[in-house]
């Protein structure tokens, strides 16, 4: 018979944000164990590293794109077969890209979705390296106002 414990995972609102980006991109507040009722670890502000599992930054920066592109369909009034349509994908597929079931969709076809939507993509590489051998990538977007 094993000896297992559950962990708790207490995740914060985040006004503006859906219930799937919010279940894939918040940090949990606190864990505890019913073990160790007593003991709270901080979140490092990447749920994929605080769980363990493998390429941590790449899910982060997946459930980021996943958010915006549910934004971008919103915004637009599409449906999904609408959206489907656009992105050259089937209506599951953005299903599943805006409940955020991400498992199988790369980096790159994410990226081809949201310039299929309209949305500018820009990557920049600072001219910096990182000394302790940790890297990491960073999405984000700026709502801006054409002049």
């Known amino acids: 018979m094993s000896n297992t414990t559950q962990t708790k995972i207490k995740t914060r609102h985040v006004p503006g944000m859906k219930a799937a980006a919010v279940r894939m991109l918040s940090a949990p507040e ?13 979140g490092s502000g990447n749920i994929f590293a605080d769980l363990s599992l493998p390429n941590p930054d790449e899910l982060q920066v997946k459930a980021a ?24 994908i089937s209506q599951p597929d953005v299903s599943n890209i805006v409940r955020g079931r991400l498992k199988g969709y790369t980096l790159d076809r994410l990226i081809e979705c ?17 000394t302790d051998g940790r890297a990491s990538i960073t999405v984000s977007y700026v709502d801006s106002v054409a002049q």
């Open 114 to 130: 949201l310039l299929a939507m309209g949305q500018e993509v820009e990557i920049r590489m600072p001219n910096n390296r990182v």
């Open 65 to 88: 794109i996943a958010n915006r592109i549910e934004d971008l369909i919103e915004d637009a009034g599409h449906t999904q077969a609408q959206a489907a349509l656009r992105m050259g």
């Open 30 to 42: 606190e864990i505890t164990s019913p073990a160790e009722e007593n003991q709270v670890i901080a």
